[in-house]
């Protein structure tokens, strides 16, 4: 059925297309289909966050003044008046109380902040464990490693340019931590703050990074990211239909444009909620910044937290060696748990490729449970993350729960290191857990509450098969098979690709690892010999089950 | 691969029993592989009765979205600022109308994709992403053919002339980048205290006697004379005083470095000591002291030095004691520093000895 | 009752538990931790340092020794003065029973003012020390607020927060909120330095300085917060949790509603389904699956 496009529209589209070629291309693109998935919107929220930092960033450069020049304060917060201040901390505390709205923009701007970074984590955490860095996407993984390290600089850049009380005591860190730096440390240091340190160049320095170059860097990053993504078109969970040769779901123009555009406005509605409702970064009551004074409960924006627990947690260590001081204290908290955790996400989807032989492409997302030792390195990961953390808030714990100072930090020293290995276990152990349940379930069908009692007396409980669409999903796991030990050949006179060195030991025990999964065709048994499960022999296959579960 | 034969009749809900009532059957089911799917969308709803009352609840909030949005305007040429409480009204009436605008605006074209545009789905194949075979052999080709053309392979004075040629631009953005900071020097050993220079009490601005720092138990930030405005100098030199009763130093031990002097019970006046505010950790003021413990903890990463005994390193990551400044009395009977430390304060660095 | 149990099964139900449950739990806890006010004054006639004493015999001469002179768990009192009396019995911390071995925490005040200043006088007598202030020595009248934050902020928001929320100390020591606090008994403390806080005596901090700290902190506890709910004045921590739980949580929530599947209006679905059975059983003629126990019955489905 043929409809006429109205006019208005035709004749800018025709306008349009006699210079750039364009209906073609705008078919295909209107009608791109995007899968639906709520997991699949938290990089959206970031990328929100991002458009509404830039808008109302925008508004604060038309007020604010990046220069640490001294002055007396004489405008409304009479609290500070005659107190002697920088000239940006002035202009904040002008936006605050002297400019109708500013409070709010400013708001808007600091929670946008946060909830960017939330996003990113949230949405990094979900691709993770869904396995959507596989081929062909590690690229655009990497470029959201990226995104996020630029997006710490930018939150500490941001926060910092208010020159307040609070922020000025992380930069006082941020100087120091640069200082100890072995060789350069002392002129990287000089020359980031154009000579000793507070020194008046940091302010300005520091804007023309936060308002120009780095979010030049991540709206560059941001499309090339988007860009990506449609070209490869988005993911899809597993499900009745879903293969790695199609995608389904809605078409680009109208709905996911309309669900888009909801999105937006439900996420701009949070952040103004939160910024009506619920104060941050009241830099007035943080008074401005001297280098001679400090508050208790200094802590950074939450997402340079694990830094600050790092930081606290680290025994006084220092060499001193021919005239040279190196602070152990300071390098290793600074350069170590930050760098495990950038290289490590950097390097995962490379080092997954290298330990499963795994060189196919993947269009279908993993189910968590069924990757085990992806999900438990996760998990490992985030527990590493939480401890230093909460670390980092290790006084406002102490004072809220009444935990000694000192017991909070000895905890968070053996914590860092048993935590990850214990999740890792736990986490290992409940998926495998989870995949045999869902293979019984798959054979058994599902248990419907429905208990019907045998002429015999007994009672059993009836189950029903799963539905069509629960039963792909449940299906959809393929563990990946182990790769063939060193030495040998397959029917081609290929050889294996493991080697016999360190290395090849090394990924021989890891592909081990990575091949233990449980198929649904066991139908929930463990079935020894296939594919690798293990050595903890386990005893007889039909031992735990319940007499209505067992074959006929 | 299912042992069970399914149940005749209505198949019982995936819950538990008295639970409530499953919610009504989704729309449309998700059809099964190589099922064809619509290629056309639907002109309009399914439930017609239905999308007319959702039409109603969109305009609605629309309606709502566009009061909110003259709200928010309303707020803000009304309400005026210019004092905290008048900032918490303003800011509570933009806010709150702001949110209303956004949230009604996006509840409503929710409401409008979900329940008055016809549900469709729809499916589209995914291309291979790798090339075919073809195309590569016809890019290699083409590659090969330009990169003869183009002499690089061949002349090797042309390709070493020219990487020449730009390595000093590359160097060049670097080389510009020396005057960003002076270096650092012998700076960081130095602070702006000098013999006979005098305490003052940080705010008031006051020097002090013995006299009036009497009280045992008593602490107080101090800065010298003259550089009580400047922030470069404040970082460095800002010191606490504290006050101990009678017998309490008795232990306080005399810290060198080789032949330097870095802390001894001779610099201490009248049981009050001088030790530098700039942590040795990363430089954050220390200035939480516990009265009863003599301990100095700083916030920042919980650094605790014992102050009665040269403000050793009890607790955290600081690996060094508090630099302790000398101090003694001038002829007006003010405190005055004998000289600078003795030792560089604050964070530790690779030249610092 | 049976109203309430008919009704078990509706979906309210349980929320309806959960509100009495939480309804239950809070009164129990307010009877348990009711905040007893000052009882009333003690009509024994004297006042004075004579009364003073017998009350601090009765009160306090158990751990502080029955001339003040002090004992293993509880230092002399002589020369300490009667700010310092007036400051750790009108927060409540004196008479110190229980609580954390670090340090005592307020109780509800048992003592009226004329009692407590019967204690003080009596100490004052014993050794002299530092007098209470008088109205007009903790007046903020036309106080500098901004050199008020000059020293707050370099002598007490180490210890105190930057608005006076409170931090934590070592060993289980916390320096506490000053929200409570009068502003005679932030001079008292300034002033007598109780427990682990340090002592500001008048030759550092002059008495007018501080005032300028009284009303620095008067100000900033009554100002109110134009950015919203304050999430408790102590940064980052809060609010970086508030982000993650409700901003996340909250978006979370509007993103599943988003990607829901759609489903039939309640109408259309109940009239196609004709009453949609709550809960249906398998039609009697359908017999259980067969087990290894039921294999043999006859009537089983092979």
Redesign the interface.
């Known amino acids: 059925m043929t409809s006429t496009v109205p006019k208005p529209v035709s004749g800018v589209g025709g306008f349009l297309d006699d210079r750039f070629h364009g209906a073609r291309g705008m078919r295909v693109f209107m009608r791109k289909i995007f899968p639906d998935h709520w997991s699949f919107m938290l990089g959206e929220i970031a990328l929100w966050s991002f458009v509404i930092l830039l808008l109302t960033g925008t508004f604060l450069a038309l007020f604010f003044v990046p220069s640490a020049a001294p002055v007396i304060y004489h405008g409304s917060y009479s609290k500070l008046d005659g107190a002697e201040m920088s000239q940006a901390y002035q202009s904040v505390l002008n936006i605050s109380f002297d400019v109708r709205g500013g409070l709010l923009i400013r708001q808007i701007h600091h929670w946008a902040a946060d909830m960017f970074m939330v996003a990113i984590i949230a949405h990094m955490l979900r691709v993770f464990f869904t396995g959507a860095y596989r081929k062909p996407r590690e690229i655009n993984w990497l470029i959201g490693v990226v995104i996020f390290t630029m997006g710490l600089l930018e939150g500490l850049f941001g926060y910092s340019l208010p020159d307040d009380q609070l922020s000025g005591a992380g930069l006082r860190i941020t100087e120091g931590v640069i200082q100890g730096i072995p060789i350069i440390g002392t002129y990287g240091a000089y020359f980031l703050f154009g000579g000793p340190y507070p020194g008046t160049s940091i302010i300005p320095r520091m804007y023309i990074l936060h308002v120009l170059v780095i979010p030049g860097l991540i709206l560059g990053l941001i499309t090339a990211h988007l860009f990506i993504m449609v070209h490869q078109k988005h993911t899809q969970m597993p499900g009745l239909g879903n293969t790695e040769k199609n995608v389904r779901g809605q078409p680009f123009f109208p709905y996911f444009i309309a669900k888009g555009q909801a999105w937006f406005f439900f996420i701009f509605g949070a952040l103004v909620l939160l910024s009506t409702f619920a104060q941050i970064n009241p830099i007035w009551l943080y008074g401005p910044y001297t280098p001679v004074a400090i508050s208790s409960a200094s802590q950074p924006d939450f997402y340079m937290g694990i830094l600050e627990g790092s930081l606290r947690m680290m025994p006084a260590w220092e060499t001193n060696f021919l005239g040279h001081t190196i602070s152990w204290s300071v390098l290793i908290p600074a350069l170590v748990p930050l760098g495990i955790i950038f290289t490590g996400m950097a390097m995962w989807p490379f080092f997954e490729q290298w330990a499963t032989g795994d060189r196919s492409w993947h269009n279908i997302n993993d189910r968590p449970r069924n990757a085990p030792i992806r999900t438990a390195t996760g998990m490992a990961a985030v527990t590493f993350y939480g401890v230093l953390w909460a670390e980092g808030a290790n006084d406002v714990l102490s004072n809220n729960l009444q935990i000694p100072l000192y017991t909070i930090t000895w905890i968070s020293r053996f914590l860092v290191f048993l935590g990850p290995a214990i999740a890792f276990m736990a986490t290992r152990r409940i998926c495998i857990a989870l995949q045999r349940k869902d293979a019984q379930e798959l054979a058994h069908g599902y248990e419907s509450g429905i208990i019907r009692q045998l002429p015999t007396g007994e009672f059993i409980e009836v189950h029903q098969p799963v539905s069509e669409e629960n039963a792909a999903v449940l299906a959809a796991n393929k563990p990946l098979p182990a790769l063939p030990p060193a030495g040998t050949e397959d029917e081609n006179g290929v050889p294996a690709p493991l080697g016999t060195g360190v290395l090849g030991k090394a990924r021989a025990y890891a592909n081990r690892g990575f091949a233990e999964s449980v198929p649904p065709e066991t139908n929930g048994h463990d079935d020894h010999g296939s594919n690798g499960h293990g050595s903890n022999g386990h005893a007889a296959v039909t031992a735990g089950h319940s007499p209505e579960e067992l074959e006929p | 691969m299912s042992d069970i034969e399914p149940t005749e009749g209505p198949v019982a809900p995936h819950r538990v029993i008295g639970t409530p009532p499953a919610a009504p059957p989704m729309v449309p089911a998700q059809v099964a592989e190589g099922e064809v799917l619509p290629g056309h969308i639907p002109a309009d709803p399914e439930f017609t009765e239905h999308a007319k009352n959702a039409e109603r609840v969109v305009a609605a909030l629309f309606i709502l979205a566009f009061i909110a949005g003259c709200g928010f305007i309303a707020a803000y040429v009304g309400i005026q600022v210019h004092s905290v409480d008048q900032t918490l009204r303003s800011n509570l009436a933009l806010g709150t109308s702001l949110s209303v605008t956004l949230l009604a605006l996006a509840a409503g074209s929710l409401i409008w994709v979900r329940h008055v545009m016809p549900d469709v789905e729809m499916e589209e194949e995914r291309h291979d992403l790798q090339s075919t075979a073809a195309e590569r052999a016809a890019f290699q080709e083409y590659a090969v053919e330009a990169g003869r053309a183009s002499q690089v392979g061949k002349r090797p004075l042309l390709r070493r002339t020219l990487l020449l040629a730009t390595a000093p631009l590359a160097i060049a953005p670097v080389v510009l980048l020396r005057d960003m900071g002076p270096l650092p020097g012998t700076s960081l050993r130095q602070t702006a205290w000098s013999p006979g220079r005098r305490l003052l009490v940080y705010g008031t601005n006051q020097p002090l006697t013995p006299a009036e720092f009497t009280s045992p138990g008593s602490m107080i930030t101090v800065v010298p004379e003259g550089y009580q405005d400047d922030l470069d100098a404040l970082a460095k030199a800002a010191v606490i005083l504290i006050k101990f009763a009678p017998g309490q130093l008795d232990g306080f031990p005399t810290r060198t470095d080789g032949s330097t002097v870095l802390g001894t019970p001779n610099w201490i006046v009248d049981n009050m000591v001088a030790y530098s505010k700039i942590c040795t950790h990363l430089g954050c003021p220390v200035a939480l002291y516990e009265a009863t413990t003599h301990h100095i903890l700083c916030p920042c990463h919980q650094s605790t030095f014992n102050a009665a005994v040269g403000a050793a390193v009890i607790f955290g990551p600081a690996a060094r004691p508090l630099p302790q400044l000398p101090i003694t009395t001038d002829a007006a009977g003010y405190l005055v520093a004998k000289s600078d430390f003795n030792e560089p304060v604050g964070p530790s660095f690779w030249e610092r000895g | 009752m049976s109203w309430i149990i008919a009704r078990r ?1 509706r ?1 309210a139900a349980g929320y309806a538990a959960l509100l009495l449950g939480l309804v239950v739990v809070a009164a129990l806890y307010a009877s348990v931790t009711s905040s007893g006010g000052a009882q009333a004054a003690s009509t024994t006639g004297s006042s004075g340092a004579a009364a003073g004493q017998k009350l601090f015999i009765t009160n306090c001469s158990s751990c502080h020794g029955l001339e003040a002179q002090g004992s293993s768990q509880a230092p002399s009192l002589i020369g300490a003065g009667a700010a310092a009396v007036d400051f750790q019995m009108s927060t409540g911390r004196m008479p110190c029973s229980g609580g ?1 071995a ?1 340090q005592c925490p307020e109780h509800p005040v048992t003592k009226s003012q004329q009692q407590i200043f019967d204690i003080a006088d009596y100490i004052a007598g014993l050794g002299g020390g530092p007098a209470i202030p008088d109205s007009q020595q903790v007046s903020t009248v036309g106080a ?4 008020g ?3 707050f ?3 007490c ?7 006076g ?11 506490p909120s000053l929200v409570a606090a009068t502003p005679t008994q932030i001079y008292e403390a300034m002033l007598t ?1 109780p ?7 008048d ?4 008495p007018q ?1 501080k005032r300028d700290i009284i009303a ?1 902190v008067e ?2 506890k009554t ?9 408790g ?5 809060t ?2 949790l ?3 739980l ?3 949580g ?3 929530l ?6 829901a ?10 009239a196609e389904a004709n009453a ?8 009697e003629e ?1 017999l ?8 043999h ?1 006859p ?1 089983i ?1 092979h």
Not at chain 3, 223 to 231: D, M, T, Y
Request: hydrophobic share 40%.
């Open positions: 099964r979906p954390p670090a500098d607020t901004a050199l934050y000059q020293l902020s370099t002598n928001a180490q210890c105190h927060g930057f608005a929320a409170g931090g934590a100390l070592t060993y289980g020591k916390y320096a330095g427990e682990a806080m340090p002592v500001f005596g030759g550092v901090i002059p300085a620095y100000q900033t100002e109110p917060n134009p950015g919203g709910f304050s999430l004045r102590t940064g980052t921590v609010e970086g508030l982000a993650w409700g901003g996340l909250f978006l979370v509007i993103a599943m509603w988003i990607t599947r759609r489903r039939k209006p309640h109408a259309v679905a109940a949609w059975p709550t809960e249906e059983w398998p039609a359908t259980p699956i067969e087990t290894p126990q039921t294999a019955l009537g489905e």
